[in-house]
């Protein structure tokens, strides 16, 4: 439950983070047979799928590590019907991973 919150935590704060940036959030947790995508946004006519890892720390390596050769071949096939059923095949596309690294340190001074 823990890990579901702090996944939850993260892709909201990389969807203001992309808002900050001027990206227009098209999607939250868009789901399809093949596959999930976490955040799908677009900035000057590029669609933007985005994987978000969130840890607390680093001890099992850097989150985007996490996203091995099975969840990019998902993420794509996500993103061509994501693509195909909104009718947006003349758009150049990106994949992108944020990382983000949430810890509290108690006692801290």
């Given at each position: 439950?823990?890990?579901?919150?702090?996944?939850?935590?993260?892709?909201?704060?990389?969807?203001?983070?992309?808002?900050?940036?001027?990206?227009?959030?098209?999607?939250?947790?868009?789901?399809?047979?093949?596959?999930?995508?976490?955040?799908?946004?677009?900035?000057?006519?590029?669609?933007?799928?985005?994987?978000?890892?969130?840890?607390?720390s680093?001890?099992?390596?850097?989150?985007?590590?996490?996203?091995?050769?099975t969840?990019?071949?998902?993420?794509?096939?996500?993103?061509?019907?994501?693509?195909?059923?909104?009718?947006?095949?003349?758009?150049?596309?990106?994949?992108?991973?944020?990382?983000?690294?949430?810890n509290?340190?108690?006692?801290?001074?």
């Amino acid at each position: 439950m823990e890990n579901i919150c702090l996944g939850d935590f993260g892709e909201r704060m990389a969807a203001a983070y992309l808002e900050e940036q001027d990206y227009m959030i098209l999607e939250r947790n868009f789901s399809c047979r093949l596959g999930e995508i976490d955040i799908i946004a677009e900035k000057d006519g590029e669609i933007v799928f985005v994987e978000v890892k969130t840890r607390s720390s680093d001890e099992f390596g850097r989150p985007s590590e996490a996203v091995g050769r099975t969840k990019m071949s998902k993420i794509r096939k996500a993103a061509t019907i994501f693509m195909l059923s909104n009718k947006l095949g003349d758009h150049k596309v990106r994949f992108d991973v944020m990382e983000l690294f949430v810890n509290q340190i108690e006692g801290a001074f």
